[in-house]
């Protein structure tokens, strides 16, 4: 897929404790920005905590999921709360 080879992987290296900013420009192979794309940073060393216990909800409101793009972490909880009109599936 065009748009997964455009992504870029980031990889923040910093000690614990110390915060920096990101700036992320997600484009396709013509340089153009590809709209809807997430990009996913960890720290270089060290482990990193599971964030256990969490709910997203995502609602569907006619036809659409909002938010309309979601990142989730592992083990993470989703509820799909269906505010549309009509019966569907996820």
Do not use: W
């Amino acid at each position: 897929m065009p748009r997964l080879a455009a992504c870029l992987l980031l990889l923040a290296i910093l000690p614990n404790g110390l915060a920096a900013s990101i700036d992320v420009h997600v484009r396709d192979e013509s340089g153009k920005p590809v709209a809807e794309s997430a990009v996913y940073a960890m720290p270089g060393a060290g482990p990193v905590e599971a964030r256990r216990g969490r709910t997203v909800v995502v609602e569907q409101r006619d036809r659409e999921f909002v938010p309309y793009v979601s990142v989730v972490q592992t083990g993470t909880s989703v509820t799909f709360a269906n505010l549309a009109q009509i019966m569907h599936h996820v």
